[in-house]
């Protein structure tokens, strides 16, 4: 079935270290999304990729890396520089940008640092 | 700028009642408006849309209708079910926007009792 998968689903993490959640879709969708979601807090968009080896910062950027080598594909990246990495993340993608478009979101993969 | 609330949960219900989850939403022009809905340790998906004013989105006995009149995109249910508990996002894109501009509501959790 299509849809999209997101691993690990549950990650542990030293401070100071790197960690890289991973994001595959087998929709055929051109627009990806990595989003952080906080109790009380909504929906927040990290990064965003339209097309193949393009990708654009969203409203909370800082401290996360992305890259999109394949469309399938849109690994993020937290890195150490990430003041408070502790969050559940999603990934979502559309087969457009445009808003009319459905957004279908993986499970989710729920980050704590120790 | 933009602006979507949601009425605050959580919001506890029994089977067979009928809910209502306000949404209000601020923006510029005609957005599109949307609810998402969350299950528990799931990702989101999208479950009713509405692109313009006075359209009616409906889905899994789920109703919403796009009020321009009163900036408002209220979810109803006549009968909820066990299975309606989760957690319900309202959600827009503004006039002539794209899906990495939508605006989230934090969310509204409700819990169905038998």
């Known amino acids: 079935d299509g849809g999209i998968t997101q691993s690990p689903k549950y990650l542990f993490r030293k401070e100071g270290q790197n960690v890289t959640l991973s994001c595959e879709q087998n929709?055929?969708?051109?627009?990806m999304y990595w989003y952080r979601q906080d109790p009380g807090q909504g929906l927040r968009l990290i990064y965003y990729?339209?097309?193949?080896?393009?990708?654009q910062k969203g409203d909370i950027a800082e401290g996360y890396s992305v890259s999109r080598e394949k469309k399938e594909s849109f690994p993020l990246t937290v890195t150490s520089a990430q003041k408070n990495p502790t969050a559940f993340y999603l990934c979502a993608s559309c087969a457009t940008d445009r808003p009319t478009g459905e957004l279908f979101f993986g499970e989710g993969s729920r980050l704590t640092v120790l | 700028g933009d602006s979507v609330t949601q009425m605050e949960g959580p919001v506890t219900l029994s089977e067979e009642a009928f809910l209502t989850i306000n949404c209000t939403y601020t923006?510029?022009?005609?957005?599109?408006l949307f609810w998402y809905v969350q299950y528990p340790g799931e990702g989101l998906q999208l479950l009713l849309k509405?692109?313009?004013a006075d359209d009616k989105g409906s889905n899994k006995g789920f109703e919403a209708t796009y009020r321009k009149e009163t900036t408002s995109f209220h979810l109803e249910k006549g009968s909820v079910q066990v299975s309606d508990s989760a957690v319900y996002f309202c959600a827009l894109s503004p006039n002539a926007g794209n899906n990495r501009k939508l605006i989230w509501g934090l969310g509204t959790s409700l819990a169905v009792n038998p």
């Open positions: 990729s339209q097309i193949v080896n393009d990708f």
């Open positions: 923006a510029t022009g005609y957005p599109s």
């Open positions: 929709l055929n969708h051109d627009a």
């Open positions: 509405a692109t313009k």
